[in-house]
């Protein structure tokens, strides 16, 4: 695969099919660049063995003595990946123009969900990654690192598979307006208490959840409203993630569909995330 332009500039401009060993022996002569990421080289080089890898305009600049300028990223998730990929390689490139690269906004997951058309994209693509995580990762896995990451093309595929996933953003906003939860982590939590009770009606299990009118003391629903408005009337207390926030509503859903009390809700360091019951 070859495609070779000359630019005004002096720039020579080819697209080749970069494989491992290329991209190893550019990477050789990689001086003044920064500091590696490798959560962002785990995130192109899935990628690029998921075949989702994509020819665009960015690719790797090199100067006119041979040293990398830009594509470090890239040329290493090559490596990592063990994948030949097409990337537009660009030869001749002044070194003062290095102090430019990269400079522009990176497109989001929900900028990429706004261009096909889709509502409340911030927390529609923060919901899909959350149900991903649950999904895939062990449950006493953090959400966070490099396996916690996923590309634009990931969010997109997750938005067809889980079209039901707007209304339980548009069901969470009025629950995270009334107890502080993320609107985010209650959409996920939403979705998963559907998918396992799918023939439930959960009208009451909101209403009692943002009302809290004629509830008993020790009714889950009021044990959860309770544990974030407390939270937020104390400062927040610890300052809890997503994935907590998932677990929490998950437990007191459980509890509510099983009929059982407790006197406070908790998710410890370590423990597991919690499965919801079906009806």
């Known amino acids: 695969m070859s495609a070779t332009s000359w630019g005004a500039e002096g720039f020579v401009s080819q697209v080749q099919l970069m494989d491992p060993q290329m991209a190893a022996e550019i990477l050789r002569y990689n001086e003044g660049n920064r500091k590696l990421d490798r959560s962002t080289v785990e995130l192109y080089a899935g990628a690029m063995k998921r075949g989702e890898w994509k020819l665009s305009h960015q690719g790797v600049a090199i100067d006119d003595r041979g040293n990398l300028l830009d594509g470090q990223h890239r040329l290493a998730a090559v490596v990592r ?8 390689v660009v030869r001749g490139v002044d070194r003062d123009s290095f102090s430019v690269v990269d400079t522009g906004k990176r497109r989001s997951a929900s900028d990429s969900l706004k261009i096909i058309g889709a509502a409340d994209v911030l927390n529609l693509a923060a919901s899909l990654r959350y149900l991903c995580l649950y999904d895939t990762l062990p449950g006493d896995v953090a959400w966070t690192g490099p396996k916690a990451r996923l590309t634009n093309d990931q969010v997109l595929e997750l938005h067809e598979q889980h079209p039901g996933m707007l209304d ?42 943002i009302s809290g009118a004629n509830l008993d003391e020790e009714d889950p629903r009021l044990r959860f409203r309770n544990f974030f408005i407390n939270g937020r009337a104390q400062g927040g207390r610890r300052r809890m993630d997503a994935r907590e926030h998932v677990a929490i509503y998950i437990k007191a859903w459980n509890d509510w569909v ?16 919690p499965k919801p019951v079906a009806s």
């Open 81 to 88: 990946s063990g994948v030949s990929v097409p990337m537009l």
């Open 168 to 209: 339980c953003v548009r069901r969470a906003r009025p629950v995270a307006g009334a107890i502080g939860i993320i609107t985010s982590a209650c959409a996920a939590a939403i979705y998963v208490t559907r998918r396992a009770a799918s023939d439930m009606d959960q009208s009451e299990w909101f209403a009692g959840v």
């Open 258 to 273: 099983k009929g059982e009390k407790r006197q406070y809700l908790s998710f410890r360091k370590g423990e597991s995330m």
